[in-house]
């Protein structure tokens, strides 16, 4: 007989009083028995159907319900009048009032009513006892209820010592849950560990515990009594895990209450200890050290007001509030900023020469911006102090005198870009702050969070500025074309306020919500192209090119500052190892090819290594490292100096050009083949829209000039033409390499090669002129680099050797043309004969000058 408890549970006409069963009597026992015995003798083949609403009831158990259905009062009353005999199935879902069929499941229960009470609003509660499991085979009737054919469907009764376990195991897992759970009464809870049928103990646990209806109902359908516990089991352990997780719950949250009321406790007494022995109270002696940090800071009026509102709103909170310590923090970070802390710029125009040569080598433009910088400071420093009141000039109410500067580093990766912001600050006696902005994607980053929400802070401007404890430091900016956007923001707006010298002197961070004077500061950004960055923040700086070094260069920088550097780095000393000015020139042809002197550096401190491993092992004492050696200490060389150049370049169809990159110039080859076919075109190399126009647009032009050229009629009919830019991983795109195409195509066609020690750059028009082009410095820098003397340029762009190194002008020839027939005669090596005489034709004339060689247009017949 299985023990009844206390529980509320769902029937199909609503939620039913709770019912408290404390047992059978004896009576009632010996009736129930029997009962159960004619159940399981004799089951009606026409059972009448009650549908249960969220409710699943097993056999071997006793089970409340209540019944408020018309349908359903109905049946019970004519079940009772006979052999008391009913069949309880779970609907489908809770919410159906009147469920069919097809709305119930197909297992069920067959119970016997034992009690019947009627209540005065027409309720009937019933006590059933469920005796055995059955399915139904089908309906006979719904009206005026529902009535069905069934079957026995007796559960398969296993026994072993894998059953005892499993019931000894679930007897401590609901040992534990009715600990944690006061609703189990406890002599519910004996009566159910004492019961020795393994099946009553599932069908028993199973209507007291939390469960879900499908679990129920699954629990009823599952056919094995071990499986049935192994499943209850299971549902057992998600059951006490979550009580467990509860009852912790509960607890931290009673021993957070209490620690509030004891801490409340303890500050109240602590107060009243330091009333009578006449000291301030903590909170006093805070707001006091704030009032004076405020004195002293020398804030801006706006400022200051916002301080002292906000310090009265101190005073007035308990120290236990949330708003306490947020305001708290808010003051800590007004009053530690640098409001009038400046540093004295060391305007001595020959000291700060001297630091900038000292720690850098060449970028005379960048030296010289600065020098001028220093110089109007100084002047303006100067008269001002002799200028009398009388004389002074008329004030710009609009335009505020300017005093700090706002530059823009723009240059290949590995130029000193970075160490150049901080030799600035050195050679200005200013404090020096660097901040990356690269990857940054939050305007919050820039201009902070507001005060509203948890955890705010300011931006990393006023962050920054509080580390360094000046109003002036010399703040450098990395990485300001790699800034992203995303749906927090677009931090490259919030820098137009920064960087702004017309705004920057009232510069409102979201976190302090004041002005903050940024006027003074000296800002430098760094990037490594131009394009990335937005017009207008572009618009706000005063741009500085930063180009590759040269050979001479990068040979000079080795000596003055990488070799020494690496020497210190290892652990050597200056006699121990020295390299030769031909060594260095090694290292920077055959293991390097870049704009900078980043890997010249690291090919330069593997020497040092390897020469440590040597003097550490005893082999050798001091080493000068030479040309010969350089092989021993790197291994074979990387790169190849001019031979790549004139192996590519030896058969016709190849081309040498020119490009500008992101990291400095380079040189490309443009590879040009022909195959039997009929007017086929094929472009690969992963070239962008722009490039393949720019090919397009050469071949037109190639075929314009059959005749000149000297290609037989019909040749394109017969032919395909392959252009490859090799490289294909990396995307290539521009029209700067439009005479490079042309002179590939013309070289194919005309059996021709092109000269190994020439390269070319310059966009191309139908018509065969030829159109200036960008990075001119960079690509000539990369042809100095790769050893190639001769370079083809568009005229237009003669105004852009000025900016090239003399001592690479001296060394190269720089061929200025109008037309791609002038960029053939001179590459080809043959001037091109036309066949159709021309009224006045322009050939090319080659003029030698100093440090270029010109081919200008002139007329002839």
């Not at 393994?198 to 199973?206: E, G, K, M």
């Not at 020497?567 to 042809?589: P, Q, T, W």
């Not at 490859?724 to 029209?735: F, L, M, R």
Request: net charge negative; aromatic share 4%.
């Amino acid at each position: 007989m299985s023990p009844r408890g206390k529980t509320r549970l769902k029937q199909e006409a609503g939620q039913q009083d709770e019912l408290v069963n404390t047992g059978p009597s004896e009576e009632e026992q010996q009736t129930l028995a029997v009962a159960e015995e004619e159940g399981l003798q004799h089951i009606p083949q026409d059972l009448p159907i009650l549908p249960l609403r969220g409710l699943v009831v097993y056999p071997q158990t006793i089970v409340p319900l209540m019944v408020g259905q018309p349908r359903s009062v109905r049946l019970v009353d004519d079940v009772v009048s006979g052999d008391r005999l009913i069949g309880l199935v779970a609907s489908h879902d809770p919410e159906k009032e009147m469920p069919g069929p097809d709305e119930i499941h197909r297992v069920g229960t067959l119970a016997a009513v034992h009690r019947l009470l009627r209540a005065p609003d027409g309720t009937l509660r019933l006590l059933v006892q469920g005796l055995l499991r059955f399915q139904i085979e089908e309906y006979t009737a719904t009206e005026p209820y529902l009535r069905a054919q069934v079957e026995p469907h007796p559960e398969v009764l296993e026994t072993g010592i894998e059953v005892e376990a499993l019931m000894r195991n679930i007897g401590e897992q609901f040992r534990r849950m009715g600990e944690l759970s006061p609703n189990l009464p406890g002599e519910l809870l004996t009566s159910t560990l004492g019961l020795e049928d393994p099946l009553q103990l599932v069908y028993t646990i199973a209507t007291y515990m939390r469960i879900d209806l499908k679990d129920a109902q699954n629990m009823l359908e599952i056919e094995g009594v071990q499986e049935k516990l192994h499943r209850l089991m299971t549902l057992l352990g998600k059951e006490l895990e979550i009580l467990e997780l509860g009852r912790k719950i509960q607890a931290d949250a009673q021993t957070e209450i209490d620690k509030v009321q004891r801490d409340y406790i303890l500050r109240e007494q602590l107060k009243a200890i330091q009333r009578e022995l006449g000291e301030g109270d903590e909170q006093q002696v805070e707001i006091d050290e704030f009032n004076q940090k405020i004195e002293q800071a020398g804030m801006p009026e706006e400022a200051e007001k916002e301080a002292r509102r906000e310090l009265d709103r101190l005073s007035k909170l308990p120290t236990a509030a949330a708003e306490y310590g947020v305001i708290r923090t808010y003051l800590d970070w007004l009053t530690s900023l640098p409001w009038t802390v400046t540093t004295d710029d060391n305007l001595d125009i020959a000291h700060a020469r001297h630091v900038l040569d000292e720690d850098h080598y060449g970028l005379d433009d960048i030296k010289e911006r600065i020098l001028e910088f220093l110089a109007v400071r100084k002047l303006r420093k100067e008269r001002s102090k002799r200028r009398k009141s009388k004389e002074l000039l008329p004030t710009d109410h609009i335009r505020r005198e300017r005093e700090g500067v706002i530059l823009c580093f723009v240059g290949p990766p590995g130029v000193g870009k970075t160490s150049l912001g901080a030799s600035i600050a050195r050679a200005l006696g200013r404090k020096f702050i660097r901040i990356s902005l690269g990857g940054v994607h939050d305007e919050a980053e820039i201009r902070g969070h507001r005060r509203t929400y948890i955890g705010a802070l300011p931006g990393n401007i006023i962050q920054t500025l509080r580390r360094v404890g000046t109003r002036n430091p010399v703040f450098m900016m990395d990485e300001v074309d790699k800034l992203g956007m995303d749906f927090r923001g677009d931090p490259a707006s919030a820098l137009l306020e920064v960087l702004d010298p017309e705004q920057n002197s009232e510069f409102r961070d979201h976190y302090l919500d004041v002005p903050f004077d940024l006027s003074q500061v000296m800002f430098i950004t760094t990037a490594n192209q131009l394009d990335p960055i937005p017009g207008p923040l572009r618009d706000r700086m005063e741009i500085l090119q930063l180009s590759g070094y040269t050979e001479t260069e990068k040979v000079r920088i080795a000596e003055q500052y990488l070799v020494p550097r690496q020497i210190r780095e290892n652990g050597l000393r200056a006699a121990e190892i020295k390299f030769s000015g031909d060594a260095l020139l090694k290292i920077v042809r055959d293991y390097t090819r870049e704009a900078g002197v980043r890997n010249l550096e690291r090919e330069i401190g593997a020497v040092c290594r390897k020469v440590v491993t040597r003097i550490a092992e005893g082999k050798i004492k001091r080493v000068t490292v030479g040309v010969k050696a350089i092989r021993d200490f790197l291994g074979k060389p990387k790169y190849y100096y001019l031979s790549e150049v004139e192996e590519r370049t030896n058969v016709p169809g190849v081309a040498t050009g020119l490009v500008w990159t992101p990291v400095g110039g380079d040189i490309v080859f443009i590879e040009a083949a022909q195959m039997p076919g009929g007017k086929g075109f094929t472009l690969t190399g992963q070239l962008g829209d722009v490039m393949k126009e720019s090919a397009r647009a050469a071949l037109s032009y190639i075929r314009s000039r059959m005749v000149d050229l000297s290609i037989s009629d019909g040749w394109f009919s017969k032919h395909d033409i392959h252009l490859h830019v090799p490289a294909g991983a990396v995307p290539k795109d521009g029209p700067s390499a439009g005479i490079t195409m042309a002179t590939a195509l013309a070289s194919l066609l005309t059996r021709r090669p092109v000269h190994g020690n020439i390269a070319m750059t310059g966009e191309i028009t139908l018509r065969g002129q030829v159109l200036p082009v960008g990075g001119v410095k960079e690509k000539v820098l990369a042809a100095h680099r790769f050893g190639l003397d001769t370079i083809i340029m568009p005229k237009r762009n003669e105004k852009d050797l000025d900016d090239i190194p003399e001592e690479v002008r001296q060394k190269m020839k720089f061929v200025l043309v109008e037309r791609v027939d002038q960029v053939l005669e001179h590459a080809l090596g043959e001037p091109v004969q036309s066949s159709k005489p021309f009224k006045t034709r322009r050939r090319a004339k080659v003029t030698q000058s100093k440090n270029h060689e010109r081919i200008e247009s002139c007329p002839t017949k």
